[in-house]
Nanobody, 131 residues
């Protein structure tokens, strides 16, 4: 079983920064690190993939709409935590942000951003960008 807990959301002015964290509680994490990703969702809309990262952290994949943005995905397997560093935030980044984990291998690439590939989800953390 895998439990995910996001933190780090909050309110920030346009141009500001936030770092989201996703702590993972899972038996056997050391030998079976999960594939992980960040998603976001607005009320009434489907979850949208932001970025995914491989179990060892060597491969990442960002959504096309994230190109040119100052978002960074990373993970620290010693701390069993994934991060999303978000800089130069815009009002349109206001969303509920979720972390997700998959117990199966996902091919590097666009599949990283498919919500159907993930079987564990956090409860979400709200990010609000407003002046």
């Amino acid at each position: 079983q895998v439990h995910l807990m996001e933190s780090g959301g909050g309110s920030v002015q346009p141009g500001g920064s936030l770092r989201l964290s996703c702590a993972v509680a899972a038996s056997g994490y050391t030998t079976n690190r999960p594939q992980m990703a960040w998603f976001r969702q607005r009320p009434g809309e489907e979850r949208e993939g932001i970025a995914g990262i491989s179990p060892g952290g060597h491969y990442t994949y960002f959504a096309d709409y994230m190109k040119g943005r100052f978002f960074t995905i990373s993970r620290d397997n010693d701390k069993r935590t994934m991060y999303l560093q978000m800089d130069s935030l815009r009002p349109e980044d206001t969303d509920l942000y979720y972390c997700a984990a998959s117990s199966v291998t996902i091919p590097v690439g666009r599949a990283y951003l498919e919500s159907s590939k993930y079987n564990y989800w956090g409860q979400g953390t709200q990010v609000t960008v407003s002046s």
